[in-house]
């Protein structure tokens, strides 16, 4: 295997640059890292303070108002102050320690930094008094992020790290200290990213009070049912007060609490009373965790603006209480960080709880749970999980079209401004949708940027792939039939390019005038297509910025990462087509589904997979939860951005009754449904789909009864459920839900709906012995089975009142219409399969939801030399494989992250080992040399080591003993695996 890089030059370099900075610890190998942490005493009861800030990358204000301490009006926070004071306080005392978290901010900070300054924070970092923890863009929600954004953002933020600072930037520690519920995927690939422990400061209250009382508030976290142990293990500690210092310990600008006041000829002198209340909040807090050591976090929100304060304080209190053991006291504090705690605890040798499940959902309280962010500002979620789409097939490009994508006809193009886009979207309060109106807007218009400069990176690579630099039009709004080229042009070109490694085929529907059209395919064949009539919801819902009559329907190809291209022109004079007809037939079938209709209601009615002989009754519809206004008795907790909380259990019926128009040709069938004016659905079976699509329209809510309402649609099946739901986690593996039920301890629960909501990301399900119904979604929800056989999905919010979680608003979007309130328009898909092991086909079904063909026009034929097809790669990947990366890392390498797929034991068919051949995998793209990396690519997978773990019940976990790759170009993938490889590469 080809060694990477120039490593012996950079060494060189890296000497030379020692010897000029002059810092005589420089002369010594840096020691950061566990090799730097502070001693402690082994006989002694060990308080490790750990000074640290939490910076948001947005949510009261923008990210960068946040950067700059602008709109201070709005919340006093300024991040270069932060880090500047910071800096100063290190180099008074070598004893002193901090930790940095959010890459986007130090990103931000040292890139203004003088060289002077820039050398001083290095030796910071070298000596591991500056110790980077966490280190993605950001601190990612974990409810509402895809695994693909979220390896892409850890990556973004461990590679500035990296390639700033070398192995002493490298973070040991993961740190969700913030984030509303935690996911399993997320440990996992934490633990993949090589990460040897994690810490985090929420989870359910009652959890919270049992494992305080059984000790096991620290845990070993086995993360994955496909991945063998310990390769999914991570260590798990929950923080004794949120991310908080214990009462009277915050020494903050902006805390109250007492400066230790210690001068005896002044007034005040109270070291007696601080040493005194220190020890005993120490005591206390050891005696629910296991060690001889605790850790207290000395810190919070946007804290250390001006770190003299705490500093200064702390210095004191470590001088004071330490002062203690002269006179017999058995406690000693010192300055640590994350990394050095949990190496005190690895060193003790104990044994953890095991956990197999996840932290969701989150509650504070009995009325107050977390689960309304899952589906808060839905718009937005969509738009970044279509600005993930749009990044990947971006990344692609740029590898696929060389150097003449980022610099080509049609300007400069790159993926940067995006992928950093994406990095800031990821945060615990973007997609999440819990930051204030105006940061909503700004995380958008981050996206926007990147979609502009994305674009034009596609168009570059395009013009190189196909040979043509013909301007192309991508049009954003298909979704509500607007394309202003396919509106007005009697001819035109499509390319469709699919980001997938398989082929696809989808189907697009263009916004046309016309009556009829001729479409042909790449190889000038004939394509099947059809006119339909717009639907009125349709129009209303674009307004003026589209004027098609009609939508013109047909199937498309695409090879395995690559493009085709269809020709679409006029015909004259032909018939317009049949108007939708106001009734029957209430049957839409296909050579796979078949789906009726209650001709008394307009609902869904039954579901039947033919290839299978399986039926089920299966209604639909439309509903809302009345949400709380935070005046009833139980509890004042109204539903907000955050907490859902309805205040009757039982949803309204938006209509019991749909008025329905049928459409019915040779391409597409639908029943358009109108429950209201501000509820409709397009069901609609396409001619070679195997899936039901559900195409919902909300909004704008009405909300001018007073009264918050959250949208939910239901599917009532005849499936006997008894309990039990699916939901998946970050998009990855499937976790089993129960109603009323949490796996880990015996719950009281006192909330029949929010508390049984759960997260997701792609899918849900739910099945019996014989079928199962399996829903994927187009951005992440919050869904839950709150009777047996139904499984509902919340699609939409608005609110009047303000939860009281600090982002001080009403989640009351408007969106363009105006005061009205926003619409929002998504899509359900549906199937109906054999349960587990058979031909379970929700996996690819959600990877092509998540990486969606782009769609480019151009008007007119293209010319004869236009090359009208290509695929990236020699052949498509096995059923089982995802290409989930494939990214320029430098001039001459690539990123790239091949996925198995299906869980363990999940498919009779897939779920097998596979194996790829790297040098037989691009077309074009010539692969020198792999070397395989850590999940966040910031290490050599030949040196990651991780901190081992025993559990306290089950089975210690022996080094997993995979086969050897069967050559090393040739690597295997086991269920759920992720492989991580740098390419060196020749590009054309
Ligand atoms: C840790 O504990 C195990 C089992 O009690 C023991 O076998 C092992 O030697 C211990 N390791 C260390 C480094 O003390
Ligand atoms: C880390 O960055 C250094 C340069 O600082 C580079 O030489 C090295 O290859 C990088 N390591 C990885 C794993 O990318
Ligand atoms: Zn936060």
């Not at 932290?359 to 738009?383: I, M, Q």
């Not at 886009?421 to 990147?450: C, F, I, N, P, W």
């Not at 829903?775 to 919340?794: K, P, Y």
């Not at 080591?945 to 086991?974: I, M």
Request: charged share 20%; with cysteine; aromatic share 10%.
């Amino acid at each position: 295997m080809a060694a990477h890089g120039n490593t012996a030059v950079l060494v060189l370099f890296s000497f030379l640059q020692v010897c000029v900075s002059g810092f005589p610890t420089n002369n010594r190998e840096p020691v950061c890292g566990y090799k730097s942490c502070p001693a402690t005493q082994p006989s002694m009861l060990n308080v490790h303070l750990v000074p640290h800030t939490h910076d948001d990358v947005g949510w009261l204000k923008t990210v960068d108002q946040y950067y700059y301490g602008d709109r201070n009006d709005i919340q006093h926070a300024g991040v270069q102050y932060i880090l500047d004071s910071v800096v100063e306080e290190l180099q008074k005392d070598p004893t002193r320690r901090f930790i940095y978290v959010e890459s986007a901010f130090f990103y931000r900070w040292w890139k203004q930094q003088k060289q002077a300054t820039r050398r001083i924070v290095t030796q910071l970092v070298n000596e591991g008094r500056l110790e980077f923890i966490n280190g993605g863009w950001c601190m990612s929600d974990e409810a509402t992020t895809h695994y693909s954004a979220v390896i892409d953002q850890m990556t973004l933020g461990l590679r500035f790290l990296n390639d700033t600072f070398g192995p002493c930037g490298r973070p040991r520690v993961a740190w969700h200290i913030d984030p509303f519920g935690h996911a399993r995927e997320h440990a996992s690939m934490f633990a993949q990213m090589g990460y040897d422990g994690f810490f985090f400061g929420r989870l359910d209250y009652q959890d919270r009070e049992r494992r305080k009382k059984a000790k096991e508030l620290e845990l070993l976290w086995r993360a994955s049912e496909s991945l063998s142990p310990p390769t999914a293990d991570l260590f798990t500690g929950i923080l004794p007060n949120g991310y908080n210092p214990p009462d009277g310990f915050c020494w903050d600008q902006s805390c109250t609490d007492s400066p230790i006041r210690d001068d005896p000829d002044l007034e005040d002198f109270n070291v007696h009373d601080v040493v005194q209340l220190f020890l005993e909040t120490a005591h206390n807090q050891s005696k629910i965790y296991k060690t001889n050591h605790i850790i207290m976090t000395m810190g919070s929100d946007f804290q250390y603006e001006n770190a003299n304060l705490w500093y200064k304080n702390m210095d004191k209190l470590i001088r004071y209480v330490n002062g203690q053991q002269a006179a017999g006291s058995k406690v000693n504090v010192l300055y640590s960080t994350p990394s050095c705690y949990l190496q005190e605890l690895h060193r003790a040798n104990s044994t953890w709880a095991l956990k197999t499940d996840d932290f969701f959902p989150y509650a504070d309280d009995a009325h107050d749970f977390w689960t309304g962010y899952f589906t808060s500002r839905p718009a937005l979620k969509r738009y970044e999980r279509q600005s993930n789409s749009l990044l990947q097939t971006c990344n692609q490009l740029e590898v696929l079209g060389g150097p003449r994508s980022r610099s080509g006809p049609f300007g400069k193009g790159s993926s940067d401004f995006m992928r950093r886009a994406m990095g800031v979207a990821q945060h615990h309060d973007a997609v999440s949708g819990t930051e204030k109106q105006h940061v909503a807007y700004d995380y958008a218009r981050r996206l926007a940027t990147g979609w502009d400069y994305c674009q034009i990176l596609v168009m570059n690579s395009l013009a190189v792939l196909s040979g043509s630099d013909d301007m192309r039009a991508f049009c954003e709004g298909l979704n509500i039939s607007v394309c202003p080229l396919t509106e007005s042009s009697k001819m035109f070109t499509m390319s469709v390019y699919n980001p997938l490694a398989h082929p696809i085929s989808w189907y697009v529907h263009l916004p046309v005038n016309g009556s009829a059209y001729s479409v042909t395919d790449a190889q000038g064949k004939p394509v099947a297509s059809a006119v339909i009539h717009i639907s009125k919801a349709t129009q209303v819902l674009r307004g003026d910025r589209g004027f098609a009559q009609n939508e013109l329907v047909f199937q498309v190809q695409a090879p395995p990462l690559g493009y085709s291209t269809y020709s679409i022109s006029l015909l004259q004079n032909r018939p317009l087509p049949p108007p939708p007809r106001p009734k029957a037939p209430l049957t839409m079938q296909n050579k796979y589904l078949k789906v009726t209709f209650d001709p008394a209601t307009g609902l869904l009615s039954s579901l039947s997979n033919l290839e299978t002989k399986q039926s089920i009754q299966l209604s639909q519809n439309f509903y809302w939860y009345n949400a709380s206004a935070g005046n009833n008795e139980e509890s004042n907790q109204p539903s907000g951005a955050y907490i859902f909380r309805p205040n009757t259990s039982t949803p309204f019926i938006i209509s019991k009754t749909a008025k329905i128009q049928t459409v019915q040709n040779g391409v597409v069938q639908e029943v358009r449904q109108v429950f209201s004016p501000w509820v409709s659905q397009v069901v609609r079976l396409h001619e070679e789909s195997r899936e039901l699509e559900l195409e919902w329209t909300i909004g704008p809510v009405p909300f001018q009864d007073g009264l918050g309402k959250e949208v939910i649609t239901r599917l009532d099946s005849s499936i006997k459920t008894a309990g039990y739901f699916y939901t998946d986690s970050n998009g990855r593996e499937v976790l089993e839900r129960r109603r009323d039920y949490r796996p880990t301890w015996k719950l009281i629960q006192s909330e029949p709906i929010a508390g049984n909501y759960y997260p997701i990301n792609s899918r849900a399900y739910i099945k019996d012995k014989e079928a199962q119904l399996t829903v994927v979604t187009d951005r992440s929800q919050g869904a839950s089975s709150i009777v047996d056989g139904s499984l509902e999905i919340m699609l939409h919010r608005r609110l009047l009142y303000d939860d009281v979680r600090g982002v001080g608003e009403p989640l009351n979007e408007t969106g363009e219409a105006g005061p009205e309130g926003l619409v929002v328009r998504g899509r359900l898909l549906l199937t109906l399969t054999p349960p587990d092991t058979a031909a379970n086909t929700h996996r690819p079904l959600a990877q092509g939801q998540v990486l969606q063909p782009l769609l480019s026009f151009t008007e007119g034929a293209p010319k004869p030399s236009t090359r009208l097809q290509f695929s990236g790669l020699q052949a498509a990947l096995p059923p089982a494989v995802h290409l989930l990366t494939v990214s320029q890392w430098d001039y001459d390498s690539v990123l790239l992250r091949l996925e198995h797929q299906y869980q363990s034991g999940e498919s009779k068919a897939f779920s097998q080992p596979v194996t790829v051949n790297l040098q037989k995998l691009f077309s074009q793209v010539e692969v020198l040399g792999a070397t395989e990396m850590s999940l966040g690519a910031n290490q050599w997978k030949s040196e990651m080591s991780r901190l081992d773990w025993r559990p306290s019940t089950g089975t210690a976990a022996p080094p997993p003993k995979r086969p050897a790759d069967p050559s090393p170009w040739e690597v295997t993938l086991n269920p759920m695996e992720i492989r991580t490889f740098l390419l060196r590469v020749r590009q054309s």
